[in-house]
């Protein structure tokens, strides 16, 4: 081994040492450091997606064309039988819309911010979203849409956050269930082979007999999640050895995500 | 050294691109990698001090990207990334010789190991960290799938940069030239 060699790979040992004294602090306000370094990129990349997914979307073959007419024809003759009968209902529709929207109706003050990023690994289920310290939002904030919970913040730079997905394994709720005493951990599966991830609710007590379709919901025991956020429905219970565990699929289509609100706190 | 800057600028389009490619729902939901196969390339391709700078680099990106932070708790501590790049690149560019008289096939196949093998070790680290080893099928679908798909892309991979390295002049390939 060379003279250079041996040089470069004492340079390398004493970097990777200083990085592997890294503890929490230093890694995430380096992690934030980076993520705000290449937040243009990736904000750029996440519009560009967006771009590219309406145009592949948009083309269609002449044949799909021409089913996609006839059946639209078809349901146009229904939908002109149905139309006369919902144009009443249309005026109370627009003026409940307003009442209805979710930010003004939530009893939280709500940041909206938008995914910018999937998660890049195999074993985190993580997004980025366009909003960060300047818009404030903290670690540790729960992430929500109108449908129910999201995740929480973790790693949070000036305009750029990493949200974990409640799928994520490390990620813990503390739920009750609708209807019963029972409470209990929701966390998600470390693999999920398919697109929809299930949650698993745990440490209910044996005699639980959940029954499925069963909400799921925050109760607000550890402080990072405030009581009365939906998870997700009860699909299977089954006992165990020491408790009861449920399967629940959550409320939010998580591969699905466009638009989301933070929690930064209670009106 | 031109030839190194732009690797460097790969890698990181390449980490970032990993973002915005969706994962692969007929093979288990695998994710693909980009950023492993240039830096194998570079393994090759760089001599020893270059290859250790490129591991080094790749390995922060890595690991400031995807590494999570929860509470007081680090899944994977900052360097690990580092240090299995640069055990993996070391393995790589050990094989230089067959890479110089243009046998390519053989770190092709090395490129899905090895891409294999850091989300291998990545699921060792989460599992030492979490308890309760599960090695379901799903688990070896998420650890072989991107391997699987780094293999196949390695060969456009290798082109694009081998093409980039005569481009530039890079002097560190010519003695290629006497095998062509």
């Known amino acids: 081994m060379s003279r250079t060699s041996i040089i470069a790979l004492l340079i390398f040992g004493a970097i990777l040492g200083y990085f592997l004294t890294f503890g929490p602090d230093r890694t995430r306000k380096f992690q934030g450091g980076v993520y705000q370094l290449i937040a243009p990129f990736l904000t750029g990349g996440s519009g560009l997606q967006k771009q590219i997914t309406s145009v592949r979307t948009g083309l269609k073959s002449l044949e799909e064309l021409e089913r996609e007419n006839a059946s639209l024809q078809v349901e146009n003759r229904s939908l002109k039988a149905t139309n006369q009968g919902l144009r009443d209902v249309e005026h109370e529709v627009n003026r409940f819309r307003h009442a209805l929207n979710y930010r003004e109706r939530s009893v939280f003050k709500l940041v909206p911010a938008e995914i910018v990023t999937r998660d890049s690994s195999t074993w985190w289920h993580t997004v980025t979203i366009n909003r960060g310290t300047e818009d404030g939002i903290e670690g540790d904030m729960a992430v929500v849409t109108d449908e129910g919970l999201v995740g929480k913040t973790t790693t949070v730079s000036a305009n750029i956050s990493m949200v974990l997905l409640v799928s994520d394994e490390n990620c813990k709720v503390a739920a009750s269930v609708e209807g019963t005493r029972e409470q209990g951990i929701v966390s998600g599966e470390r693999v999920s082979g398919g697109l929809t991830p299930f949650l698993n609710l745990n440490f209910l007590s044996k005699q639980a007999d959940l029954k499925p379709g069963q909400k799921a919901y925050t109760s607000g025991v550890g402080g990072v999640f405030p009581s009365g956020l939906l998870i997700g429905a009860v699909k299977t219970f089954r006992v165990r050895e020491l408790d009861g565990q449920a399967q629940l699929t959550p409320t939010v289509d998580l591969s699905h995500l466009e638009d989301v609100f933070v929690v930064t706190g209670r009106k | 050294m031109i030839f190194f800057f732009i690797l460097l600028v790969f890698v990181l389009i390449a980490q970032i691109a990993e973002f915005f490619i969706p994962t692969l729902p007929w093979l288990h939901n695998a994710h693909i990698y980009i950023a492993p196969v240039i830096v194998f390339y570079g393994a090759m391709a760089l001599p020893f001090p270059l290859m250790l700078a490129l591991a080094l680099y790749a390995g922060i990106l890595l690991d400031a990207l995807t590494v999570q932070v929860i509470g ?4 994977i501590s900052m360097g690990w990334s580092i240090l299995l790049y640069a055990v993996l690149a070391g393995i790589m560019h050990g094989l230089r ?17 090895c891409t294999s093998a850091i989300i291998l070790a990545q699921y060792l680290m989460i599992t030492f960290r979490r308890g309760s080893i599960i090695f379901s099928g799903e688990v070896w679908w998420q650890i072989g799938g991107p391997g699987l798909i780094a293999m196949v892309m390695a060969p456009i991979i290798f082109w694009v940069l081998q093409w980039m390295a005569r481009i530039t002049a890079y002097p560190y390939l010519s003695e290629r030239s006497r095998f062509e």
């Open chain 2, 72 to 75: 007081a708790k680090v899944e």
């Open chain 2, 97 to 113: 010789p067959l890479f110089i008289r243009g046998r390519w096939e053989v770190h092709c196949v090395l490129s899905g190991i």
